[in-house]
């Protein structure tokens, strides 16, 4: 009696930069081999990097593969989803991003050069575009057991809007007041990190009542003050626009 082979997903990264990276090392700690291919004809980024030819090595690859993840810019994937067999699974990670041509699987991390261990990439959450076929992660890529959640396609322009508010808006915050303490101050960015950990840990145990100081109590000769000093180094406009978001009145003018 002949056994049956069990059927191997043999999944094909398609692009080069950070998020493409960062999933050919997650299919590695898992033991997985992925394909890879780019319009890039480094060894790196490419299996069969000998084929010098973009369409003849991506003809090829695509000949070993069941599934191709467009790790690639958003304005790129669906004209490339298109061009692809009708049998391969097609899957995209654009978190804004709505197309019948590839599923929607948003990893919700940021990416930096910077890799990361096997733990913090199985604890990442996928954020998956409601499909009449499936929404569970296992469905599309079973290999990844990450927490996994739906949305409606009506909502990824809000979702991804948030997304940024809340990371690179953060990123964008630190930087300039990281900036500033060294260039102003005089001070180096190791007294901000006590200060930074505690904000993080207070926000991540209670995110809807963590706000401290003038802001939370409306101390307005305090922010006042503030937003005199800030001028200086352009981010008082920014600190008036946060206290709208607090809901508080706008400052008497000076």
């Known amino acids: 009696m002949n056994r049956q082979v069990p059927f191997e997903n043999k999944y094909l990264i398609v692009g080069s930069g950070r998020l493409a990276k960062h999933l050919s090392l997650y299919f590695k700690l898992l033991k997985l081999q992925p394909l890879r291919w780019s319009r890039s004809n480094s060894q790196k980024f490419n299996?069969?990097?000998?084929?010098?030819?973009?369409?003849?090595?991506?003809?090829?690859?695509?000949?070993?593969?069941?599934?191709?993840?467009?790790?690639?810019s958003d304005n790129a994937i669906d004209e490339f989803a298109k061009c692809l067999p009708n049998h391969i699974v097609k899957i995209h990670f654009s978190g804004s991003l709505s197309t019948s041509h590839a599923q929607g699987l948003h990893p919700l991390m940021t990416f930096?050069?910077?890799?990361?261990?096997?733990?913090?990439?199985?604890?990442?959450?996928?954020?998956?575009?409601?499909?009449?076929?499936?929404?569970?992660?296992k469905h599309w890529i079973p290999e990844f057991k990450n927490p996994n959640f739906t949305i409606n396609k009506d909502l990824k322009g809000l979702y991804h809007a948030l997304c940024v508010v809340g990371g690179n808006?953060?990123?964008?915050?630190?930087?300039?007041?990281?900036?500033?303490?060294?260039?102003?101050?005089?001070?180096?960015?190791?007294?901000?990190?006590?200060?930074?950990?505690?904000?993080?840990?207070?926000?991540?145990?209670?995110?809807?009542?963590?706000?401290?100081?003038?802001?939370?109590?409306?101390?307005?000769?305090t922010l006042s003050k503030n937003t005199q000093a800030?001028?200086?180094?352009?981010?008082?406009?920014?600190?008036?626009?946060?206290?709208?978001?607090?809901?508080?009145?706008?400052?008497?003018?000076?």
């Not at 299996?47 to 690639?72: G, M, P, Y």
């Not at 261990?117 to 998956?128: A, D, G, N, Q, V």
């Open 47 to 72: 299996t069969f990097h000998h084929i010098k030819n973009n369409q003849l090595r991506l003809f090829e690859t695509l000949k070993h593969s069941t599934h191709a993840l467009l790790a690639i």
């Open 112 to 137: 930096t050069n910077e890799l990361y261990e096997l733990e913090t990439y199985i604890k990442i959450p996928f954020i998956i575009e409601e499909n009449n076929m499936s929404n569970e992660l």
């Open 169 to 221: 808006f953060t990123n964008i915050l630190w930087r300039e007041v990281v900036k500033s303490f060294q260039d102003q101050l005089h001070l180096p960015k190791e007294v901000l990190l006590p200060y930074l950990e505690r904000t993080f840990k207070n926000i991540i145990n209670n995110p809807l009542d963590s706000l401290t100081g003038p802001l939370q109590r409306g101390d307005f000769e």
């Open 230 to 254: 800030l001028a200086e180094v352009k981010l008082d406009n920014l600190y008036k626009e946060f206290m709208k978001v607090q809901n508080l009145p706008p400052l008497k003018e000076q």
